[in-house]
Nanobody, 118 residues
């Protein structure tokens, strides 16, 4: 079984920055695609960003392009979401997801709260 631990959430003022981390406790991280999703109060879960196992393919939601950066450090078995120029509408619980290459399995983190408030 694979368990994901997320960290880095918190309260930040508009225009500020945060970096979220996602670290699996099992499996082979280098063979997993990584994605970030978020769920805002009263809203459905939405896609934020994704990166392939090698880092060669990256995708972002239009709402975060130019402000968020997804990355991974395979040597540290950790994925990241660097968030800058944060807005009130970025307030949500953020979840990371790992998908092993060649499977339909999904492993989810517990979520971390990001609150952007003035």
């Amino acid at each position: 079984q694979v368990q994901l631990v997320e960290s880095g959430g918190g309260v930040v003022k508009p225009g500020g920055s945060l970096r979220l981390s996602c670290a699996p406790s099992g499996g082979t991280f280098t063979k997993y695609a990584l994605a970030w999703f978020r769920r805002a109060p009263g809203r459905e879960r939405e896609f934020v960003a994704a990166i392939s196992s090698s880092g060669s393919i990256i995708d972002y939601a239009d709402s975060v392009k130019g402000r968020f950066t997804i990355s991974r450090d395979n040597a540290k078995n950790t994925g990241y979401l660097q968030m800058s120029s944060l807005k009130h509408e970025d307030t949500a619980v953020y979840y990371c997801k790992l998908v092993p290459h060649g499977t339909t399995n999904e492993y989810w983190g517990q979520g971390t709260q990001v609150t952007v408030s003035s």
